[in-house]
């Protein structure tokens, strides 16, 4: 019940504010369509494939990263800081690993949701990609994960500056450095195996090789559903403590 009721809120908030939803999720990722895949890399090809093509996973990885952290940790912030909504949860008998569940699933629903808007858009900009469920399914576990990486976000933070400084610190550098807008083949060893240990690298990869019609690289998609338990795990821990204190 716990996670229905955190379903049944995220339904009425995208409800009330879907065109402020939508329309903040597209601007970046169409800014960096322009930027990006037609003002630089119309004529430019990366691994055998245009540059347009191996654009647009990595914009659809990091728009369901975005949507997904940014649904989660800046309401679930807001409400523990400034509405103390969150006191009523810690404070009743709600199991909080069924709490964290349903705001993974409502933040990776809203960050599924970005992703499809993006897909769509990339058709309208002529790009040939290739899409199955297990792409869904990859922008799905992806957004789970940045899900529970905004829950500790906003367990961890003092102020609703500090969400704002996780994300900068945390969230920007990888939607630059996370196997998005460019390969990963030139990069020195050291920095290469850095780019590595990011989630984001793995969903921007495993949605690239999907895209080229390419078969789904197991292991990375098994190092992507690590990376969603840990957080999870991360974030209940995070949780559980607050409730202690």
């Not at 709600?94 to 499809?116: E, F, H, K, N, V």
């Not at 990869?205 to 969603?228: C, H, N």
């Amino acid at each position: 019940m716990a996670i229905l009721t955190v379903l049944w809120e995220k339904w009425i908030e995208f409800k009330h504010e879907w065109f402020k939803i939508t329309v903040t999720a597209m601007i970046s990722p169409i800014l960096y369509l322009i930027t990006f895949g037609i003002g630089m890399g119309m004529d430019k090809m990366v691994d055998g494939h245009p540059y347009l093509e191996f654009l647009i996973p990595g914009i659809i990885a990091l728009t369901t990263m975005n949507a997904s952290f940014n649904a989660i940790g800046m309401s679930l912030n807001v409400q523990r800081l400034y509405e103390r909504s969150f006191d009523n949860v810690l404070a009743s008998p709600t199991p909080l690993g069924q709490y964290i569940i349903g705001q993974m699933i409502g933040g990776s629903l809203r960050g599924l949701y970005a992703g499809c808007l993006i897909l769509g858009i990339s058709f309208l900009f002529g790009a040939a990609i290739h899409v199955n469920v297990i792409f869904f399914v990859v922008m799905l576990i992806n957004g789970m994960a940045f899900s529970a990486l905004g829950v500790m976000a906003a367990i961890i933070s003092k102020t609703h500056a500090d969400i704002s400084r996780f994300s900068t610190f945390v969230i920007l550098p990888m939607t630059f450095i996370g196997n998005t807008f460019f390969s990963l083949t030139g990069l020195p060893v050291i920095l290469k195996m850095l780019v590595q240990l990011l989630p984001l690298t793995y969903a921007s990869s495993l949605l690239r090789q999907l895209s080229y019609g390419e078969g789904v690289d197991w292991l990375s998609l098994a190092v992507l559903v690590a990376y969603t338990v840990v957080f999870m795990l991360i974030a209940l821990l995070r949780i559980n403590r607050s409730k202690n204190l």
